[in-house]
């Protein structure tokens, strides 16, 4: 069964701090995401990555960083939050072009709330 | 450019009654469409797919329909139960190289018992 979690599960930070929000798979999959679900936008991608040492800006990258060290880890970093960056992050992996396969598996959400 | 399109936010329906999800999408590549179902406190999960290989899609008893003349895919289930209450958002992959989903806004089925 495909893996993928997440840490924290919920964070609450001040604005201007910095906050690091980490995700796990064990699909073995090469591409990661990092997206961010807000009530009337649903789920919007900040930045995703096809294998280790690659980031790419998704369409809403302003003010976050990636890293992805590994094929497993895929990190997503706010270097100043802000109270704009309140939101639920979701981070996937997947294999594009799979057939069946080819779907996102999700994890279970960090809620962040900046105060 | 690509997008995808969700008109309906919320849809109330009663236990049994029939359901209709619209979705509409712009793209120039051969699509694959999804429709995912999120439940309350989970993250989204594939419901089903289709290619422009064929035309349908069908998963627990939920139906997708896609029609490359109108560049539209539509959710649909017969009679719907309590524990349908999600949201369920319309997605789509330019093409079979593409990395990106696309999702839609997303919408709030809430099915009363």
């Known amino acids: 069964e495909a893996a993928v979690t997440q840490s924290p599960r919920n964070k609450v930070a001040v604005t201007g701090g910095k906050v690091t929000l980490s995700c796990n798979q064990t699909n073995n999959h090469n591409n990661m995401y990092w997206y961010r679900q807000d009530t009337g936008h649903g789920l919007r991608l900040i930045h995703y990555?096809?294998?280790?040492?690659?980031?790419e800006k998704g369409d809403i990258p302003d003010g976050y960083k990636a890293s992805r060290p590994s094929q497993e880890n895929f990190s997503l970093i706010l270097e100043l939050a802000t109270p704009s960056q309140t939101s639920v992050y979701f981070c996937a992996s997947g294999v594009p072009g799979q057939g069946a396969g080819d779907t996102q598996y999700f994890g279970p959400g960090t809620r962040l709330l900046v105060l | 450019g690509d997008s995808v399109i969700q008109m309906q936010g919320q849809v109330t329906l009663s236990e049994n009654d029939f359901l209709f999800i619209n979705c509409t999408y712009s793209t120039t590549g051969y699509p694959t469409l999804f429709w995912y179902v999120q439940y309350s406190g989970e993250g989204p999960q594939l419901l089903l797919q289709?290619?422009?290989?064929?035309n349908k899609g069908s998963s627990r008893g939920f139906e997708a329909t896609y029609d490359k003349g109108t560049t539209s895919f539509h959710l649909q289930k017969t009679s719907v139960q309590e524990i349908d209450s999600a949201v369920y958002y319309c997605?789509?992959?330019?093409?079979?190289?593409?990395?990106?989903?696309?999702f839609g806004k997303g919408t709030h089925l809430h099915v009363l018992p």
């Open positions: 997605a789509m992959r330019r093409d079979t190289n593409a990395y990106k989903v696309i």
């Open positions: 289709v290619t422009t290989a064929n």
């Open positions: 990555s096809y294998g280790a040492g690659s980031t």
